[in-house]
């Protein structure tokens, strides 16, 4: 399986963006994916989880401004992200995950810069 993960870019606070994480080998819709994201310096972060019957799961630090959801026959996550903050500046990455767990090989991310 191969997630493609793209749609980044730089953004002023306040603007939006939307990321898109293509995949192939696997049927998004049966399984629960997941965004990440990682800033410098820190830890891998979950940011925002679609389950496989639809229902969606955000961390609190984006809840209200970011929003996960699929498109089936693209095969493809989303994740709509607005209201950016300086903060969401990190490396976005989606993953298919297990027992809350990435099941996949990482790809490479999709770089955020949110500055004036």
């Known amino acids: 399986a191969l997630l493609v993960e793209s749609g980044g870019g730089m953004v002023q606070p306040g603007g939006s963006l939307r990321l898109s994480c293509a995949a192939s080998?696997?049927?998004?819709?049966?399984?629960?994916m997941r965004w990440y994201r990682q800033a410098p310096g820190k830890e891998r972060e979950p940011v925002a989880t679609?389950?496989?019957?639809?229902?969606?799961h955000y961390a609190d630090f984006v809840k209200g401004r970011f929003t996960v959801f699929r498109d089936n026959e693209k095969n493809t996550v989303y994740l709509q992200m607005n209201s950016l903050k300086p903060e969401d500046t990190a490396v976005y990455y989606c993953?298919?995950?297990?027992?809350?767990?990435?099941?996949?090989?990482w790809g490479q991310g999709t770089q955020v810069t949110v500055s004036s």
């Open positions: 993953n298919q995950v297990r027992d809350d767990r990435p099941t996949l090989s």
């Open positions: 080998g696997i049927i998004v819709s049966r399984f629960s």
């Open positions: 679609v389950l496989s019957g639809g229902v969606r």
